[in-house]
T-cell receptor, first 110, second 119 residues
């Protein structure tokens, strides 16, 4: 799996959009971009994934650059409950294993 | 989304005893499950991959005789920490792979975790 780089921490005001960047400059053509988050003392939660097109679901939007070397997870209206560690992972789906990096610790400020 | 449960959520045991943790996929069949360990303020570390009906595949550095994994059915995998010691105290998390259906891409769903404290 390709390596990802994320900022260790970010702050965002409650009600504003939280934009979490991820760099994956060595991504291969068959690797997807996945985002998970882990709220303190809970198991990780799947957020969204994509290959090359932008994706949106009820939780977030995923913007992938045209060259696929980076992506941004967008939480449109952040709430205090979005405080968590967010992990960006690239993987070949059929390879199964998810290897977690250090992620970004997102603090939502009231 | 799909639900994965773990039992117990929290366990305290004495040094030298064995502890079993269960991981269940509640609304889908999981041919593959994974076990992770997480120490405070650290990321999740993959311990092993569990495939139904076959032996688990352990990551480098993980003692297979200490962390026994059994995946006897499509909805249940167990992790047994044998002869537990205080350094085994950690947060253990399982995940289950949902193959999905049709054109969907499979996704892994995680359990809520089990907090093990060894005295």
């Amino acid at each position: 799996d390709a390596k990802t780089t994320q900022p260790p921490s970010m702050d965002c005001a409650e009600g504003r959009a939280a934009n979490l960047p991820c760099n994956h400059s060595t991504i291969s053509g068959n690797e997807y971009v996945y985002w998970y988050r882990q709220i303190h003392s809970q198991g990780p939660q799947y957020i969204i994934h994509g290959l090359k097109n932008n994706e949106t679901n009820e939780m977030a939007s995923l913007i992938i650059t045209e060259d696929r070397k980076s992506s941004t997870l967008i939480l449109p209206h952040a709430t205090l409950r979005d405080t968590a560690v967010y992990y960006c992972i690239v993987r070949v789906v059929s390879y199964d294993k998810i290897i977690f990096g250090k992620g970004t610790r997102l603090h939502i400020l009231p | 989304g799909a639900v994965v449960s773990q039992h117990p959520s929290r366990v305290i045991c004495k040094s030298g005893t064995s502890v079993k943790i269960e991981c269940r996929s509640l609304d889908f069949q999981a041919t593959t499950m994974f076990w992770y360990r997480q120490f405070p303020k650290q990321s999740l570390m993959l311990m092993a991959t569990s495939n139904e009906g076959s032996k688990a595949t352990y990551e480098q550095g993980v003692e297979k005789d200490k962390f026994l994994i059994n995946h006897a059915s499509l909805t249940l995998s167990t992790l047994t920490v044998t002869s537990a010691h205080p350094e085994d105290s950690s947060f253990y998390i399982c995940s289950a792979r949902d193959p999905g259906g049709g054109a969907q891409i499979d996704t892994q769903y995680f359990g809520p975790g089990t907090r093990l404290t060894v005295l």
